[in-house]
């Protein structure tokens, strides 16, 4: 089982779907991400419920919502969490109430709710399954970075095994691992940057 490890709800214990058709984040990198993201927001020496004030944030393939929960628990508002799986986005949003907090719940696939105008956001998470092939996953980055504030923040969770994502033109990337997982972090720039001829 998952929990909220801080903030306004800090603790509260979430309810996962059974199985194998979602992928908990570990604490361990849920901690890693949101101590940088504090650090990119310079709130690292705020209180935990201040890390992500006035910070919009996406939780694409959401599962529990844990990531996304655990945004709004730090402060971010708005708070999107899009599942595809009706049952799992109906924990999510349960998770939501029962932790109240004020996040919209969307059920939908990733691409479809990205191939649409309107809504950017200063960070966007994404932890997309496994399997999802590169080429894939390239085509939802470009679709995500429309969503994405200048200078936004778009971090994506991999199989550290897994070879690394290609990101749009236009952004700036690094990544780090912890263990078996891997976090790409893409900076969307002001310019793009031209690849060499």
Request: net charge negative; aromatic share 8%; glycine share 8%.
């Amino acid at each position: 089982m998952s929990r909220i490890i801080a903030g306004r709800a800090k603790g509260l214990r979430l309810t996962t779907p059974t199985g194998d058709r979602t992928r908990p984040t570990t604490d361990r990198v849920r901690e890693a991400f949101f101590s940088a993201l504090a650090t990119w927001n310079g709130t690292g020496d705020q209180s935990a419920e201040e890390h992500l004030a006035g910070v919009g944030f996406v939780d694409l393939y959401a599962g529990s919502g844990a990531v996304g929960l655990e945004a709004a628990s730090r402060g971010a508002s708005p708070v999107v969490l899009v599942e595809h799986d009706g049952p799992t986005a109906r924990i999510a949003k349960a998770n939501a109430n029962k932790a109240r907090l004020s996040v919209e719940t969307v059920t939908s696939s990733v691409d479809a709710w990205l191939d649409r105008p309107g809504g950017e956001f200063d960070v966007i998470w994404a932890d997309p399954p496994y399997h999802l092939t590169n080429d894939h996953l390239k085509r939802t980055l470009e679709l995500a970075m429309p969503h994405l504030v200048h200078n936004g923040m778009l971090v994506i969770e991999r199989s550290a095994r897994d070879p690394e994502p290609t990101f749009p033109a236009g952004t700036e990337h690094w990544s780090r691992n912890y263990g078996e997982t891997a976090l790409y972090w893409c900076q969307r720039t002001e310019t793009p940057v031209e690849e060499d001829e």
